[in-house]
């Protein structure tokens, strides 16, 4: 039965791209087992909730399972760090506890929008060359069209998405896109009625994203698309993650994963999600580079292809701590 006896979280600035925030959670139990987790990009008051509520859910209490908090306060980097802790205790991958069978994954690779349609099709040609065999783009409007047709000029046989983002207003530019054979739309407007007005267009499924089982439902029901995004970080739980799963399941719906950067930790925990039987379709779990990860081995994919780590217990990786001090920010300590 786990039982924390002290909390320490950690801020910490990532040193790629523009220099995302990220926040660590460490649980350490009375027999002095660790579970970590991480939230990406957190809001401006996760860091006072975790100092406020984090020692009166956790430290001291007696449970058996993470589905028992109920959804532990300040977030998913807390209820991780209980999933890890627990899984690590009773010796099981994260992804088994979860329900998990896949022992790898296909991966895509995700592409921002380029000013040059011959750069973007040299950057396609570097990752079909690495082994990848999905693709997907960013697109917006006014960059959409072109750089789809030119990708699929050059690669035919190519598995192709594209995500707009919730940048959308107008059907007519994505509907067109329906004739280059695309695998996905993804996250094409910001309303549910007009993805479904999109999604009864065109041959190819059309991406929800959704924070919550009940927002799930709310798409299903307007049938809104044929697939879910499903980014582990914008539920506040992992079980609530397996719920919105088995939803979209029951719905006949694809599911691909993805999810925000981080420091490894998250990623870690979206391919445990990702090992779940109704995660079909290729999931986004490329970033971040692998040197700027804390995790060992680092999170990523050979060959286009991510093994999902069933050799140790938790969420299968190691934590380089005396990294995680070194660029921590700011650290607070509950005992």
């Known amino acids: 039965m786990p039982r924390v006896r002290e909390i320490e979280v950690f801020r910490l600035?990532?040193?790629?791209?523009?220099?995302?925030?990220?926040?660590?959670?460490?649980?350490?139990?009375?027999?002095?087992?660790?579970?970590?987790?991480?939230?990406?990009?957190?809001?401006?008051?996760?860091?006072?909730?975790l100092e406020e509520t984090l020692g009166p859910a956790l430290l001291g209490v007696d449970w058996e399972h993470p589905g028992e908090l109920g959804g532990v306060p300040g977030g998913s980097a807390a209820d991780m760090a209980c999933w890890d802790l627990w899984t690590r205790l009773i010796g099981v991958p994260l992804a088994h506890a979860l329900g998990g069978s896949r022992t790898s994954l296909m991966a895509t690779v995700r592409l921002s929008a380029d000013r040059s349609l011959e750069n973007m099709v040299?950057?396609?040609?570097?990752?079909?060359?690495?082994?990848?065999g999905h693709v997907t783009l960013d697109v917006h409007p006014g960059w959409d069209v072109e750089p789809v047709?030119?990708?699929?000029s050059a690669y035919p046989a190519l598995a192709l998405a594209v995500d707009g983002r919730g940048e959308y207003t107008e059907i007519a530019q994505l509907e067109a896109l329906d004739s280059y054979g695309l695998a996905g739309i993804e996250r094409p407007?910001?309303?549910?009625?007009?993805?479904?007005?999109?999604?009864?267009?065109?041959?190819?499924?059309?991406?929800?994203?959704?924070?919550?089982?009940?927002?799930?439902?709310?798409?299903?029901?307007?049938?809104?698309?044929?697939?879910?995004l499903l980014r582990p970080s914008l539920f506040g739980s992992l079980g609530a993650v397996r719920r919105a799963h088995d939803r979209a399941v029951e719905a006949g719906w694809d599911i691909t994963c993805a999810d925000g950067r981080g420091a490894g930790l998250a990623r870690a925990a979206?391919?445990?999600?990702?090992?779940?039987?109704?995660?079909?379709?290729?999931?986004?779990?490329?970033?971040?580079?692998?040197?700027?990860?804390?995790?060992?081995?680092p999170v990523g994919a050979s060959g286009g292809v991510v093994a999902v780590?069933?050799?140790?217990?938790?969420?299968?990786?190691?934590?380089?701590?005396?990294?995680?001090?070194?660029m921590a920010l700011d650290t607070f300590l509950l005992r």
């Open 13 to 49: 600035v990532l040193p790629y791209g523009r220099r995302p925030e990220s926040i660590l959670v460490k649980l350490t139990d009375y027999g002095g087992m660790t579970g970590w987790g991480e939230v990406v990009h957190p809001g401006p008051k996760t860091w006072t909730a």
């Open 122 to 132: 040299t950057r396609v040609n570097r990752h079909v060359g690495a082994g990848y």
């Open 149 to 152: 047709r030119a990708v699929r």
């Open 189 to 228: 407007f910001a309303d549910l009625v007009t993805s479904a007005e999109l999604q009864a267009r065109v041959s190819c499924p059309v991406a929800v994203e959704a924070a919550s089982v009940q927002e799930l439902d709310e798409a299903i029901a307007m049938h809104a698309g044929g697939a879910l």
């Open 270 to 297: 979206t391919v445990a999600v990702a090992s779940l039987p109704g995660c079909t379709l290729p999931s986004d779990v490329t970033e971040p580079p692998r040197n700027a990860q804390i995790v060992d081995p």
């Open 309 to 326: 780590p069933l050799t140790q217990p938790g969420l299968g990786h190691n934590i380089d701590e005396d990294r995680v001090r070194r």
